[in-house]
C-alpha cells in the first residue's frame, strides 16, 4: 500500500497542553508520527513517498481564506509584539457573547485573534504549525490522488490531524480538515458520492460541519458519548444533517469500554449505510485513540481488533483513503496502525 507521510510534521512541537483546568505533558506529540512510520517501514511491505504539492485551492474550497491567513501569518505577528511562547487563547468566543449586539470584528491584537479562531485550550500554535498543518494537507491529497488514479487504498500518515477542524474554527489539535479537503477534492475531480467513515474516538465535529447540508457526502462516526467526552457538543445520535442533506449523517455514539465485537457490529452497520450513499470511494479518518490503554479514550479495541476492523471496512468494496487522526498509546501506535492496515491488504492485495 502506499504510505505517503513527511517529516514537517516535527516542526509541529511543544511540550504542554491545557486539559480539564490544568497543564500536563503535551500528548499530540511528534514522536506519534514517527512510531507509525517506523513500524510500516520496518514491515517492507509499503511504498512510502512523500508528498506533491497542490497549492491553496483544495484548502479554501473548506475553510475561510481568512482563517487560513491567520494561521500562516498568527506566529509572526506573536513574535513582533514580544511573545515567543506558543498562542494559547485566553478568552474564546461564544456565540452568546454578542447576543443582540450584532456582530462582531476580529480583535486587531494577537492575544485576541486567537480566540477569534480557536475553540479549546488544547491547541497551541509554534513557530512550525503552518507548516507542518500545510504539509499534512497535501500528503492526504496525495494519497487521495493515488486512489483516484485507480489504487484499491492509500494511507496518509498526517499529523496534525484535522476533524475538528471547521469552516471557521479550529481546535482539538487540528489545524485545518484533512478529510474535508479530501472528500471535496475528490467530488470536484468527479468521483462522484464520497463517503466520510470515521473512526477516531472523538466525534469529528469539523467534518460533520462542513458537510452537514451535503447530500454528496455522506458522513458516519463512531465515537465516545459527547454527553461523557470530548467535544461534548456534538455527535448525539439525533444529529442526522440539515437542509438538502437531512439524513446523510449518522452518528453512533458508543459507551465506556466498547470491545472489539460490539464495535465491529457498529462498525458494520456503519458501512451498511455507506453502502447506498457513496459511488466508489471512503475517506477514512482513522483515529487509533480507540485503543484499550488510550490516553484520551476509553474503549477497548486491541490490536486484534484493529486488524478486523479494516478487513471489514475493505469488504465494502469501496476504494479506501485513510487518513491519520488521533492516537495517544504511542508504545502500541505503530503496530495499532499497522494492523488496520493488514486488515485491508489481506482484502486488496494482489491474489488475496
Known amino acids: 500500500m502506499l504510505v505517503v507521510h513527511s517529516p514537517a510534521h516535527h516542526r509541529h512541537a511543544y511540550d504542554v497542553e491545557i486539559q ?30 512523500g508528498p506533491r504539492g497542490f497549492g491553496s485551492g483544495p484548502l479554501e474550497a ?7 491567513r491567520y494561521l500562516e501569518t498568527c506566529w509572526a505577528e506573536w513574535v513582533a509584539s514580544g511573545r515567543t511562547t506558543p498562542i494559547v487563547p485566553e478568552t474564546v468566543l461564544l456565540h452568546t457573547y454578542r447576543d443582540g449586539m450584532g456582530q462582531v470584528r476580529e480583535p486587531r491584537t494577537p492575544a485576541g485573534r486567537i480566540g477569534y479562531w480557536c475553540f479549546d485550550t488544547e491547541s497551541p500554535i509554534v513557530e512550525g504549525t503552518w507548516a507542518a498543518t500545510r504539509e499534512a494537507a497535501d500528503v492526504a491529497l496525495t494519497a487521495a490522488s493515488a486512489v483516484l488514479e485507480g489504487a484499491p487504498a492509500a ?25 474535508a479537503i479530501v472528500a471535496q477534492w475528490l467530488v470536484a ?38 454527553d461523557r467526552v470530548y467535544p461534548y457538543f456534538s455527535g448525539h445520535a439525533d444529529e442526522r ?55 484520551l479514550g476509553d474503549f477497548a479495541i486491541t490490536t486484534e481488533g484493529y486488524r478486523r476492523c479494516g478487513e471489514l471496512v475493505a469488504r465494502s468494496g469501496r476504494r479506501l483513503v485513510v487518513l491519520q487522526e488521533g492516537g495517544y498509546f504511542v508504545p502500541a501506535l505503530g503496530n495499532n496502525v499497522a494492523a488496520w492496515l493488514d486488515g485491508v491488504e489481506s482484502v486488496t492485495a494482489p491474489g488475496a
Open 189 to 226: 475531480q468527479g468521483a462522484g458520492r464520497v463517503g466520510i467513515l470515521d473512526v477516531d474516538f472523538h466525534h469529528g465535529n469539523g467534518t460533520q460541519q462542513v458537510f452537514w447540508e451535503r447530500p454528496d457526502v455522506p458522513y458516519v462516526s463512531l465515537h465516545g458519548d459527547p
Open 155 to 179: 494511507y496518509a500518515l498526517c499529523r496534525p490531524p484535522g476533524h475538528h477542524a471547521a469552516r471557521r474554527m479550529f481546535g482539538g489539535y487540528c489545524y485545518v480538515n484533512n478529510a
Open 241 to 295: 444533517g440539515g437542509g438538502a442533506g437531512a439524513g446523510c449523517t449518522l452518528n453512533i455514539p458508543l459507551p465506556a469500554r466498547t470491545a472489539d465485537d460490539d464495535y465491529l457490529r457498529e462498525l458494520e452497520r456503519s458501512l451498511d449505510w455507506l453502502d447506498g450513499r457513496t459511488d466508489d470511494i471512503i475517506v477514512v479518518s482513522l483515529g487509533i485513540d480507540t485503543y484499550e490503554r488510550d490516553l
Open 20 to 49: 480539564h483546568g490544568q497543564v500536563v505533558p503535551a500528548l499530540e506529540i511528534p514522536a506519534r508520527a514517527q512510531v507509525i512510520h517506523d513500524v510500516l517501514a520496518a514491515t517492507g511491505r509499503h511504498t512510502l513517498a
Open 62 to 68: 473548506v475553510h475561510d481564506p481568512a482563517m487560513l
